[in-house]
């Protein structure tokens, strides 16, 4: 899947972050902070800008593997850019030429075509790049032009803005936690499972899934709101008891749609490190949850390569997690970080279990056949509708 990076609703870039790109240098040199990391090679990367203001509206950075069929990955970059209503674009195809050659021919021949205007076509490979559509041999040499993205000042005007060595560094950044910090977590695991079942047991309303659900629900919502309050505060969860017991808590899914519909845009920061540290502290089999949350706010502040990293963990954790596979459906489809907004309160989501679960208990609806994440499909797709 490709690599987003998107202006989300409303947004505005901020004024130190104005550049004029207006040559290939001063191109390459936004790439690296507009991904917030360094492309890979071979990958094609496409820019593409608000027709009326010629501000940038997306970014997307798609790997090209050998053997790939070049028209695929065009197909896909003008779906996205028709998605989002993209008419011009400018396109970097890093690699050596017999990877990037095909691709960027696809480009010149389809793009036109879709009405998507070309600003630049480049190759770059080996600190030169290559213009596909120049053709003057002063400006554009056959052995092509030497250039430092970091070193143009076009750079500097993200200066502060972290950009890392590759992709493979932003998935470490979500990484679960190692050595004795793990360990500590293998503890607050089994102390937070050890509560849940006293709860259970306490509330004695029989056993199985229902029982557990009556009995979590409750503390489960108010570990949201705390850990939510929290990190909005500045803050961030006392102890790895708390992260664990957030991380097992949400697996219910009342509590975690409840957390899905507190994610409120103007909290974005602090919700996306709220999530970044459970999800990098939870255990096998509580990553899911925190993992699709990141993504989801990930994807309302246009970071898709955040998203889609946060995605592979928590589909590695749970392959049919149905929340992960609807966000991973969005983003595949190319869809704006304006569809990611909150459609249902947290009013809604608790009025819709309630009324989910009164219709079980009066044997109207049988959920013996329905466990965990295949029954909530429709839930999670209301969220998103």
Not at 86 to 106: H, I, R, S, W
Not at 182 to 187: E, H, I
Request: a negative charge; aromatic letters at 6%.
């Amino acid at each position: 899947m490709p690599d987003t990076t998107e202006l989300a609703e409303g947004a505005q870039p901020a004024e130190q972050r104005r550049v004029r790109i207006s040559s290939p240098t001063s191109l390459l040199a936004v790439i690296p902070p507009l991904l917030g990391f360094e492309p890979s090679e071979p990958s094609l990367v496409v820019i593409g800008t608000e027709s009326t203001s010629a501000e940038v509206r997306i970014t997307i950075r798609f790997d090209i593997p050998e053997g790939r069929i070049a028209a695929a990955v065009v197909g896909e970059a003008i779906g996205y850019l028709a998605d989002n209503r993209v008419t011009a674009a400018a396109v970097v195809g890093y690699g050596p030429d017999c990877l990037v050659d095909p691709v960027a021919g696809e480009v010149l021949r389809r793009f036109p075509k879709a009405g998507i205007a070309l600003v630049e076509v480049l190759r770059a490979h080996d600190h030169r790049y290559w213009s596909y559509v120049c053709a003057n041999r002063g400006c554009c040499p056959p052995d092509g032009t030497p250039f430092d993205a970091k070193a143009h000042p076009a750079a500097a005007k993200f200066a502060g803005k972290p950009v890392l060595a590759s992709r493979a560094a932003l998935a470490q950044t979500i990484a679960p936690v190692t050595g004795e910090e793990a360990g500590a977590m293998v503890r607050a695991d089994r102390r937070a499972e050890a509560r849940a079942r006293r709860l259970v047991r306490e509330a004695g309303n029989g056993t199985g899934r229902k029982a557990w659900r009556r009995a979590l629900r409750g503390p489960g919502l108010l570990a949201v709101s705390e850990a939510i309050a929290l990190y909005r505060e500045g803050q961030s969860l006392p102890s790895r008891n708390a992260a664990a017991w957030l991380a097992l808590v949400l697996e219910e899914l009342p509590v975690r749609d409840d957390a899905w519909a507190r994610m409120d845009p103007k909290h974005n920061a602090a919700h996306r490190r709220l999530w970044t540290d459970v999800t990098r502290l939870a255990r096998p089999g509580y990553v899911a949850a925190p993992a699709a949350l990141l993504a989801f706010t990930a994807w309302q502040s246009g970071n898709g390569a955040l998203a889609n990293v946060a995605l592979d963990r928590a589909l590695a954790d749970q392959p049919g997690y149905s929340m992960a596979r609807l966000l991973r459906q969005a983003l595949d489809c190319g869809a704006p970080p304006s569809v990611a907004r909150l459609p249902m309160t947290p009013e809604d989501v608790a009025a819709s279990y309630q009324a989910q679960y009164s219709e079980e208990e009066d044997g109207e609806v049988d959920s013996g056949s329905q466990t965990g994440h295949d029954a909530d499909d429709e839930q999670a797709a209301g969220l998103l509708s």
